[in-house]
């Protein structure tokens, strides 16, 4: 496993970061007991993956409660990083979200606290200022932030240093590439989510995958019928880029993200100890000269073919 700094601060996170939105009942395409996902969580900490990453707000505070049993008697060993709640603007409501949070992972402190999603009503320097307030009082090691855009994460900065943002980043969503240049400049931290972009780029699925009532991609953009034949293509050329180095597309598609100017980490979700195994050692091995150029070209025509969208999940 590589390790990178998270911006500016003293922390050393793995490149591959776990992903704990499936620890729930809200995001879980297959059920799982609580004693297999802490097997999961725990097998990652083993494959050196020491930063997890989980939110309130997935399974309603579910994530976190099995977080929190995963991390009895490995606390140390783990960079924990969650969010304040949705619509918590102002510092008491930022540090009420913190105090739940710290009761349901069994813990006295958060090493990255993350606003998930700015506010467009509130002011979001208030929440931010709740950050501070929370970092002084030793419950929390880092303030960070989630989704903020270059104008937000200026003026988060200027309340209180930041020490990430959390964006959406793969090779078929390269819309915030001046904003993670923006955010290395400023030695600010980005950890990318959805680098597999919520699937398209496994390999598994064509034009005629289909997925059940309440399935997350019946909302992806990549699986809409006028942008999968765009996404399908450039995941073509990263299966091809799989088979030459005898990995998994996926694989391939972390590596590259990975790999990309100030990336920290990667948080990529597992539900098995056979994916966490395989994205733990999405890194540690290196494409090609001729792979980047490859899949460069396939990013860079995604983008110019496929309509764009404000998410990844405009319904």
Same mark, same amino acid.
């Given at each position: ?29 297959? =059920? ?7 097997? #999961?969580?725990? =097998? ?10 989980? +939110? ?7 994530? @976190? ?26 510092? @008491? ?16 402190? #958060? ?15 208030? +929440? ?69 972009? @919520? ?34 293509? +450039? ?81």
């Amino acid at each position: 496993m590589r390790y990178n700094k998270l911006g500016w601060s003293n922390l050393l996170v793995s490149a591959v970061a776990l992903g704990c939105a499936q620890f729930s009942n809200q995001f879980t395409k297959t =059920r799982k007991s609580a004693a297999d996902m802490v097997a #999961i969580m725990h =097998r990652a900490l083993d494959l050196g993956i020491n930063l997890w990453d989980t +939110a309130p707000s997935y399974g309603n505070g579910a994530s @976190e409660s099995v977080v929190g049993r995963a991390l009895q008697g490995r606390r140390d060993k783990v960079v924990l990083a969650t969010k304040v709640r949705s619509h918590a603007t102002m510092p @008491e409501m930022v540090e009420g979200s913190c105090n739940e949070s710290l009761q349901r992972l069994g813990t006295d402190y #958060i090493d990255v606290l993350q606003i998930h999603w700015p506010s467009y009503d509130e002011p979001n320097e208030l +929440a931010i200022a709740g950050l501070a307030r929370l970092v002084k009082a030793g419950k929390v090691r880092y303030a960070a932030v989630s989704n903020f855009n270059r104008e937000q994460t200026d003026l988060a900065a200027c309340v209180y240093p930041v020490a990430s943002n959390q964006l959406p980043y793969a090779l078929v969503w390269r819309y915030e590439e001046p904003l993670i240049q923006h955010c290395g400049a400023q030695h600010i931290g980005v950890l990318a989510y959805s680098p597999l972009g @919520e699937g398209i780029l496994t390999g598994r699925y064509d034009e005629s995958s289909t997925f059940p009532p309440g399935d997350v991609r019946n909302h992806c953009v990549f699986f809409r019928p006028e942008v999968m034949p765009h996404a399908l293509r +450039a995941t073509a050329v990263v299966k091809r880029v799989a088979q030459k180095h005898g990995v998994t597309p996926a694989q391939v598609a972390i590596n590259w993200t990975a790999r990309q100017p100030h990336i920290s980490s990667v948080i990529v979700g597992s539900s098995s100890l056979q994916q966490v195994e395989q994205n733990a050692t999405a890194v540690g091995w290196e494409l090609d000269e001729e792979d980047h150029r490859q899949l460069a070209a396939a990013g860079e025509q995604y983008m110019a073919a496929a309509p764009r969208f404000r998410t990844m999940w405009d319904r």
